[in-house]
């Protein structure tokens, strides 16, 4: 049979083609009249789709770069800082941090857990400069409370809050500025349904002020230097200008989906994620499946344990070879223990139904033991008629 080469991966995720067009159509010159309207345009959608009035910075690199920005422009060495992790993008917090000389206390849980609220309470006190965490864990596929630890961070108030919502913008429900999240972080490659290259993310106006005082070395990510160019509708340095006109055609599929409203539109999209996570774990628990984070799963991705016995490798190998679909294995020392299928940005019904069908010839290959068919897309199919 044919096997259409398909990623189910937390980023990159599926390109939609009207961006794919327009990066391929682009060649405009970054100080132009042309490009200047597309950045001012593109700025102007992503606080739609963000939900926010704070000021927007795009940066030309992968997710981690504004990560990185963000401790390099918010903390000066010798800083306590209070890092909450749960898998392998908070560790990336830790090191990140640490980079830059900061203080670092942590709250760490289990891989597949949400962090404990009640020890964030007990460990941020007022001298803790800035709070770091993942609004989706992609690495395990928990998402955490961010409402809830904004709560505890804004009753301080000299704290800053920022947030990796890098899987979890259109795939969850933010009220950034509501909540006082001071730099919420987004990567181009994931909802947003293009490819890796761009960072954005909304910073507070607190967050402003901190930078001006905060003493951590940094250059090519100094958010100053893009607040003051994006005054002129410019970057400050050479931007990935294709990316831009995807980003521009990708906002507009999502105000499309919104019927003219980007707003709705994103949360269209985020409806259509959690529909598309709900049937995905009614699908793999039908066959027996474990989820890796049944406690409180994200709608961005569904990580799913691997069966006694059984490293996720095979599986991950098995719907490569057989369907052409690409799932994530675990990642480091979560490899072979798990296998993650993504829902966040350009996936539909088809895909969802297609990836637990092929799952369950997958499931039966690498176990041996018989498998129901019908049953993992039965269970979906239940989930779909009661949710759509
Ligand atoms: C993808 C991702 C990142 C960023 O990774 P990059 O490879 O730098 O784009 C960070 N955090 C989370 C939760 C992610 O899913």
Redesign the pocket.
Known sequence: MLRKNRLFT??PTPLLPAAQNAMAAYSAHHRTAEFRALFSRVLADLKEFIGTKNDVIVLT?????L?EASISNLTSPGDRVLVLTA?K?GE?WTSLAKAFGCAIETVAAPYGNTIPLDEVRTKLTPDVRCVYV??????TGARHDVEAMSKLVRALPDTLLVV?????LGTTRFDADGWGIDLI?G?S??ALMIP?GL?YGAVSERAWQRMEKTKSPRYYFDLRKERKAAEKSETAYTPATSLFAGLAAALDYIRQLGEGNLSAGRDELIANAELCAAMTRAGVEALGYKLFAPKSPAA?LTAIAAPAGIDSSTIVKRFREQFGAVVANGQAEMKGQLFRIAHLGYYDYLDTVGVLAALEHVTAEVTGRSVDFGSAVRAAQEVYAKGH
């Open positions: 937390p980023g690199a992968s997710g981690t770069g990560m898998g993008f990336r993942q609004a989706t864990e992609s690495s990796d919502a890098i899987t979890g972080i990567g490659q994931k890796p960072a961005a």
